[in-house]
T-cell receptor, first 111, second 113 residues
C-alpha cells in the first residue's frame, strides 16, 4: 500500500474533551511527523517519531502527545481540547530527508 | 517567530504567465529547501526541492532559484496553467532536525484562463 492515510477526515469535539487522530505511514517509512495547520497558515511542526521514540518536538504543550507503533502507524492525542486547537492536522512519513509524504489530514473542529 | 518568511500572500496570473514566489530565512543551519503545493482539502505535496550547494534547480515548468548569501530562495512557475491554481508553501529544515520542516505562511496562486 502506498501513500499516507489519515483518519478520520473530519471530527467535531467539545472543548475539554480528548481526541485521538490516526495515521498510517507510507510503506517502508520509519519516521512520522505531525503538523498543525490553522486556516490560512502554513503547517506548524508538533513532533516527530522515529522507531517508536519521540525525537523532536515543536512549540506545543504536553497535552499534545503521540505514539508510533511497530508497523509504523501512529497516533496523535490531544487532551483538554481548546477552541484554538481547531485546525487541519497533518501526518507526514519519510524514510530520509529527501522525501516527506503528507496525508490529506484530519480537520478537527472544537466547539 | 516565523523562521521562513514568504511573499506574496496571494498572486493572480494569466494562463501562460510566470508566477514568482519568494522566501527568506535566517537560520544558516538550514540545508534543505523544499516547495510544497497544496490543493483545498488535501495535504501538501512535494513539488521540488534544493540544497544550498546549487543556485538553481529546474523540473519541468518549475524552477527554484537559491541565493545563499542573501538567504533567499524563490519558486518560478513558467507557462502557468489553471491546474496550477493552489497554495504554495516554501519550507526549510536543518540536518540536525530533519523531519522538522519550517514552513512559510503560504502563497495562494490563481491562474486565470
Amino acid at each position: 500500500e502506498t501513500g499516507v492515510t489519515q483518519s478520520p477526515t473530519h471530527l467535531i469535539k467539545t472543548r475539554g474533551q480528548q481526541v485521538t487522530l490516526r495515521c498510517s505511514s507510507q510503506s517502508g517509512h520509519n519516521t512520522v511527523s505531525w503538523y498543525q495547520q490553522a486556516l490560512g497558515q502554513g503547517p506548524q511542526f508538533i513532533f516527530q517519531y522515529y522507531r517508536e521514540e519521540e525525537n523532536g518536538r515543536g512549540n506545543f504543550p504536553p497535552r499534545f502527545s503521540g505514539l508510533q507503533f511497530p508497523n509504523y502507524s501512529s497516533e496523535l492525542n490531544v487532551n483538554a481540547l481548546e477552541l484554538d486547537d481547531s485546525a487541519l492536522y497533518l501526518c507526514a512519513s519519510s524514510l530520509d530527508r529527501n522525501g516527506y509524504t503528507f496525508g490529506s489530514g484530519t480537520r478537527l473542529t472544537v466547539v | 517567530q516565523q523562521q521562513v518568511k514568504q511573499s506574496p500572500q496571494s498572486l493572480i496570473v494569466q494562463k501562460g504567465g510566470i508566477s514568482i514566489i519568494n522566501c527568506a530565512y535566517e537560520n544558516t543551519a538550514f540545508d534543505y529547501f523544499p516547495w510544497y503545493q497544496q490543493f483545498p482539502g488535501k495535504g501538501p505535496a512535494l513539488l521540488i526541492a534544493i540544497r544550498p550547494d546549487v543556485s538553481e534547480k529546474k523540473e519541468g515548468r518549475f524552477t527554484i532559484s537559491f541565493n545563499k548569501s542573501a538567504k533567499q530562495f524563490s519558486l518560478h512557475i513558467m507557462d502557468s496553467q489553471p491546474g496550477d491554481s493552489a497554495t504554495y508553501f516554501c519550507a526549510a529544515t536543518a540536518a540536525d532536525s530533519w523531519g522538522k520542516l519550517q514552513f512559510g505562511a503560504g502563497t495562494q496562486v490563481v491562474v486565470t484562463p
